[in-house]
């Protein structure tokens, strides 16, 4: 007979085992780098629901591609070096050459599928800040999931139910990691109808919660 603790606990090993299986065959996204800490144009929709997208203060959006009705994101964590101010170098540890990352962008509904690599010297996990999401894929290293080994990748995959800006970060060894600058955000658009006097149009569509925001969903290993 099992225990309801021990029930739990066999689902969430039963669905990341089974992410991992699943994604093992998957060919990884692009992973965008971003040289310059200036801030960004923001990216438009170019198909899906039309929203304004979010503006990142000194930062940028990280782009995804769609494969079968999912975004799919690439995120690389690894060391960074950013230029605080004239003469000034930060060694930092961040994602796709940024410290703070790239805002990770898309509508509440929407399936996200985003595959973590780690080129950190340490392991590492990414956790979902105020996310509702399967406790398998909250990136919890040594609870829910086992952390990412350097040179390997992890795949987190969710349906996003909320809408918000909300925060990605590690947890593995997150004392070191997110003072070393590995932080980020993440905007979940939600779905209404316009009212806004310089929109033309009345038609359903999704409008930003917010509009400028700092730099942030099932998983498995590649």
């Not at 089974?18 to 200036?38: C, F, N, Q, Y």
């Not at 790239?102 to 973590?116: C, S």
């Not at 956790?127 to 999401?133: D, Q, T």
């Not at 400028?212 to 099932?218: T, V």
Request: include cysteine.
């Amino acid at each position: 007979m099992f225990n309801r603790r021990q029930l739990f606990g066999a689902s969430a090993a039963l669905l990341v085992a089974g992410a991992w299986t699943k994604t093992s065959a998957m060919g990884l996204p692009d992973a965008p780098t971003m040289e310059s800490a200036d801030m960004q144009p923001p990216l438009h929709p170019t198909s899906g629901p039309d929203y304004q997208p979010v503006v990142t203060l000194n930062g940028w959006t990280l782009p995804h591609r769609m494969n079968n009705g999912v975004k799919e994101f690439h995120l690389v964590a690894e060391p960074v070096e950013r230029e605080m101010a004239d003469g000034m170098t930060a060694y930092l540890w961040g994602y796709n050459g940024q410290s703070p990352g790239p805002t990770i962008e898309a509508v509440e509904g929407d399936r996200v599928r985003i595959f973590v690599t780690n080129k950190l010297p340490e392991h590492t996990t990414l956790h979902w800040h105020g996310m509702i999401l399967p406790s398998g894929m909250d990136g919890v290293g040594g609870l829910t999931q086992p952390h990412i080994p350097v040179g390997k990748t992890y795949v987190y995959e969710f349906d996003l139910v909320k809408s918000g800006t909300f925060m990605y970060h590690p947890h593995s060894d997150e004392m070191v990691q997110m003072a070393m600058g590995m932080m980020a955000s993440s905007s979940s658009t939600r779905r209404i109808r316009r009212s806004c006097a310089s929109i033309a149009t009345s038609s359903s569509c999704s409008m930003p919660t917010t509009l400028i925001q700092a730099p942030m969903c099932r998983g498995s290993w590649r």
